[in-house]
């Protein structure tokens, strides 16, 4: 019971944004015809549910966000620790690193659409692309802070070099990998929808955009609670598994 209540209460503000948003319709300061209201949004939602259109555009931008995601993932992770650890590799890869860090990710889009069109692969790319930044700084800054002893001492009992990577380096630098992977996450979404909205026909960005422009807002406020839902949903599975993956260390409630 103790635990339901704090969900309760840690939640509760969302619960009073949904009244002020009805609040603020009801009052009239807002005209229905620019904001629906929530029970209109779900409406909308179940219709486009039961209709199965939400499910479908649902598994292509799940497909286009996880196999994005994974690479970048995967590849970013292993640039990062190899510039920790190999001096040329890090000489030819930082500064290209630094320089595209500032750069809106969302900017890429256009040009991904002219490389790959308006299929999964433009999609996959910007957010391979956009994502891949922050892991591989964060796996850098990760390799780059484990203490030279760790190393030493696992190097002199016979480890080999390939070990000391595995069973070293990579868990002391995995809570600052994943650190970068939550952010990737998150950034992950945003260039979905934002790709999605500009060049697809399908996926639940091309929702949003199709009846916005169709004036159907509650379809498409259902399609943004969605996308809201399945990101918020997204961030608290991967705390959980990164609680579990980080269990022999006190982690702070987020």
Known sequence: ????????????????????????????????????SPAVAFESFRDLAASGELGEHTLVSFYREIVGLIAS????????IGMARIEWLRLLIRPVVMFLYPMPKSALIPVLLLWFGIGDMSKIAAIFLGCLLPV????????????????????????????????????????????????ALALSWLLLVSA????????????????????????????????????????????????WLLRWRELPAA
């Not at 949904?18 to 807002?30: A, C, K, N, T, Y």
């Not at 993932?73 to 990062?80: D, H, K, P, Q, S």
């Not at 080999?160 to 630098?173: D, H, N, Q, T």
């Open 1 to 36: 019971m103790g635990r339901l209540r704090d969900l309760a209460v840690y939640y509760s503000p969302i619960a009073l944004l949904i009244v002020f948003w009805d609040l603020l319709l009801r009052s009239g300061m807002v005209s229905a015809e620019l904001l629906p």
């Open 73 to 80: 993932v995967v590849i970013g992770t292993a640039l990062g």
């Open 136 to 183: 591989v700084t964060s796996a850098f800054n990760g390799a780059r802070g484990v203490e030279p002893p760790l190393v030493w001492s696992a190097r002199s009992l016979g480890t080999s070099r390939a070990g000391v990577l595995w069973k070293v380096i990579l868990p002391a630098a995995l809570p600052e990998i994943l650190s970068g992977v939550r952010i």
């Open 196 to 243: 999605e909205l500009l060049i697809s026909r399908n996926g639940l960005g091309y929702l949003i955009s199709f009846y916005g422009e169709n004036a159907d807002y509650g379809a498409m406020f259902a399609a943004v609670i969605v996308v809201v839902l399945i990101g918020f949903l997204s961030d608290r599975l991967f705390l959980a598994a990164s609680r």
